[in-house]
């Protein structure tokens, strides 16, 4: 059986990195300084239709790598791309499994930064304070972590999960 570990690793580290910097960019900007209504809510709109787009995109494609309709699967060395396949479920599922949990987290993960980066220049302009909405760039950041937390691989998961996409193929 493969191990877990590195993935959730992977998934945790991606998680906590961007929690950290986007709640250091929230305590450390003040909220003080002169009202502007420029850039920043053109950004806000941006962020808006980039976090849809992206969410939906990242389903899209997470789906489609684990249907096996795009193919991450990569020749394991002196394995002459065979499949191994453990008592539970096969390494070429725990690959596509695990590219789809990257990519759907890395996408995500885009708009979650972008948010942060609006909600600092928006404090910054002393926006955030007259306008409280811009805490809504947070949103982002709490989609990331349930979906991390739903992509949190364990094996009974993954063997439920490859039942489920074998039989639907």
């Known amino acids: 059986m493969p191990n877990l570990k590195p993935l959730r690793i992977i998934?945790?580290?991606?998680?906590?990195m961007t929690t950290i910097f986007t709640l250091i960019m929230a305590r450390?900007?003040?909220?003080?300084?002169?009202?502007?209504?420029?850039?920043?809510?053109?950004?806000?709109?941006?962020?808006?239709?980039?976090?849809?787009?992206?969410?939906?995109?990242?389903?899209?494609?997470?789906?489609?790598?684990?249907?096996?309709?795009?193919?991450?699967?990569?020749r394991l060395p002196g394995n002459d791309s065979r499949q191994l396949t453990f008592?539970?479920?096969?390494?070429?599922?725990?690959?596509?499994?695990?590219s789809a949990a990257i990519v759907q987290l890395a996408?995500?993960?885009?708009?979650?930064?972008?948010?942060?980066?609006?909600?600092?220049?928006?404090s910054q302009k002393g926006e955030v304070l007259s306008n409280p909405i811009y805490y809504l760039h947070f949103l982002p950041l709490f989609y990331f972590i349930t979906t991390a937390a739903k992509l949190l691989p364990t094996e009974q998961k993954l063997i439920d999960m490859e039942k489920m996409y074998s039989a639907n193929n």
């Open 11 to 16: 998934i945790v580290a991606l998680v906590t």
């Open 107 to 122: 996408l995500t993960e885009v708009s979650v930064l972008f948010g942060g980066i609006v909600f600092l220049l928006a």
């Open 87 to 98: 008592d539970t479920f096969t390494l070429s599922f725990y690959q596509r499994y695990a």
């Open 28 to 74: 450390t900007s003040s909220g003080i300084g002169t009202s502007y209504l420029g850039p920043v809510s053109t950004f806000r709109i941006i962020h808006l239709l980039m976090t849809i787009i992206l969410i939906l995109l990242s389903r899209f494609i997470g789906e489609k790598i684990l249907s096996g309709k795009i193919n991450v699967q990569s």
